[in-house]
């Protein structure tokens, strides 16, 4: 059974621009989750999908937005980056909502 | 509030010896808590859970837990270190009351000393 796949794996912006990161969740599984993880601050929730509907969203400032798909892809999307954004995006999937989680390899976002 | 503390940044331990690393809890109702392992540029593997029953829980690669409900912890423990068991570890907690929502510590940096 293949795992949660996320793309792109490492990428570089400049302040200003905008990013889309991409999740393919474990097949039968309905339920992504997407989480920032930095040195300073570890994992921060930044919201969960479930059946195309967001169930919860973290502390995180608008330009932080999601949706997910029919087939329950999710795509997270980051506008106006900043500085600050650079950190590692991870995004995991759970058969149900607040089930088991299970990571993807994650996606390094550096913003220059 | 919801919350998970992993009060050591880093744990360094000799191979062979046996390992902790500790976490503490708070939560509304009875505690659903995870281990979760990363190694370098990797995601997060799950290694146990405890959701109710027998207080120690067993999971992957030799790794145990033990729920304590009066001491609000759930110290990951392995009675025989590895250098390959070096990562950094995270520990989780989700509710009842709290929409299903995970959260995680800030994670604990073991180093195994061949």
């Known amino acids: 059974k293949a795992g949660v796949t996320q793309t792109p794996r490492y990428l570089i912006k400049t302040r200003g621009q905008q990013v889309t990161l991409s999740c393919s969740p474990i097949?039968?599984?309905?339920?992504v989750s997407w989480y920032q993880q930095t040195p300073g601050q570890g994992l921060q929730f930044l919201f969960e999908?479930?059946?195309?509907?967001?169930?919860n969203k973290g502390n995180f400032p608008g330009r932080f937005s999601g949706r997910q798909f029919s087939n329950s892809r999710s795509e997270m999307n980051v506008s106006t980056l900043e500085l600050g954004d650079s950190a590692l995006y991870l995004c995991?999937?759970?058969?149900?909502?607040?089930?088991?989680?299970?990571f993807g390899e994650g996606s390094r976002l550096t913003v220059l | 509030a919801q919350s998970v503390a992993q009060p050591e940044d880093q744990v360094n331990v000799a191979e062979g010896n046996p390992l902790t690393v500790k976490c503490t809890y708070s939560?509304?109702?009875?505690?659903?808590l995870f281990w979760y392992v990363q190694y370098p540029n990797r995601g997060l593997q799950f290694l146990l859970k405890?959701?109710?029953?027998?207080?120690l829980v067993k999971g992957s690669y030799g790794f145990e837990a033990e729920f304590n409900k009066s001491q609000t912890s759930f110290h990951l423990k392995k009675p025989s270190a590895l250098v390959s068991d070096s990562a950094l570890y995270f520990c989780?907690?989700?509710?009842?009351?709290?929409?299903?929502?995970?959260?995680f510590g800030t994670g604990t940096s073991l180093t195994v000393i061949p």
């Open positions: 995991a999937s759970s058969f149900r909502v607040g089930g088991e989680l299970f």
């Open positions: 097949s039968g599984h309905r339920s």
């Open positions: 999908y479930f059946s195309e509907t967001q169930r």
């Open positions: 939560v509304s109702g009875n505690p659903y």
């Open positions: 405890y959701i109710t029953g027998d207080n």
């Open positions: 989780a907690v989700r509710g009842h009351y709290t929409g299903n929502q995970f959260y």
